[in-house]
């Protein structure tokens, strides 16, 4: 923004993705962004100590993540995921979790579907196959409220959901 000539005016949060930040910018004067990290440094999260929660809840997740779709499995359970969405791409390769563990992976786009996952190489491919799983494993967890509601036949049926947070 500096080399542009832009200053930070304001920031907000908003609730897209878990959480973001939403900044506003302009050539006039401003620093909006100065005062949020004064903030940050004063509420004391410019500290490793700030992210061990969530360092905990990752590593935790990387060891029970694997062994409840392979719990799944070994039931017979047919296990795929739902969502290609980038922090679930992150989470399965943090996890180990792969073709192994998933068949395939659902999503509603079309500019997805007969693609690959990158990392895993798990297909993406359309709703209707959701009918071809026992299990699905939320990888857009943020949106668990709208694709739970999307999907209601799934669960009507017998369909688990895993829902994992890091």
Same mark, same amino acid.
């Given at each position: 923004?500096?080399?542009?000539?832009?200053?930070?005016?304001?920031?907000? $949060?908003? &609730?897209?993705?878990?959480?973001?930040? +939403?900044? =506003?910018?302009? !050539?006039?004067?401003?620093?909006? /962004? #100065? *005062?949020?990290?004064?903030?940050?440094?004063?509420?004391?999260?410019?500290?490793?100590?700030?992210?061990?929660?969530?360092?905990?809840?990752?590593?935790?997740?990387?060891? $029970?993540? &694997?062994?409840?779709?392979?719990?799944? +499995?070994? =039931?017979?359970? !047919?296990?795929?995921?739902?969502? /290609? #969405? *980038?922090?679930?791409?992150?989470?399965?390769?943090?996890?180990?979790?792969?073709?192994?563990?998933?068949?395939?992976?659902?999503?509603?786009?079309?500019?997805?579907?007969?693609?690959?996952?990158?990392?895993?190489?798990?297909?993406?491919?359309?709703?209707? !196959?959701?009918?071809?799983?026992?299990?699905?494993?939320?990888?857009?967890?943020?949106?668990?409220?709208?694709?739970?509601?999307?999907?209601?036949?799934?669960?009507?049926?017998?369909?688990?959901?895993?829902?994992?947070?890091?």
């Amino acid at each position: 923004m500096r080399a542009a000539g832009l200053h930070t005016q304001r920031i907000e $949060t908003i &609730p897209l993705h878990g959480g973001s930040l +939403r900044l =506003e910018a302009g !050539r006039r004067g401003g620093d909006a /962004a #100065a *005062a949020w990290m004064q903030r940050e440094r004063e509420a004391g999260l410019n500290t490793p100590h700030a992210l061990k929660p969530l360092a905990h809840r990752v590593a935790h997740l990387r060891h $029970t993540l &694997p062994d409840r779709l392979a719990r799944a +499995r070994k =039931e017979g359970a !047919r296990v795929a995921a739902y969502g /290609a #969405a *980038a922090k679930g791409v992150v989470m399965l390769e943090t996890c180990g979790i792969g073709a192994t563990e998933l068949d395939f992976v659902v999503d509603r786009n079309p500019a997805k579907q007969g693609r690959f996952l990158p990392g895993s190489g798990l297909p993406i491919v359309a709703e209707d !196959r959701i009918a071809d799983a026992d299990v699905l494993l939320l990888l857009a967890w943020n949106h668990a409220g709208e694709i739970l509601d999307q999907q209601r036949d799934f669960g009507a049926r017998g369909g688990r959901w895993i829902l994992p947070q890091p």
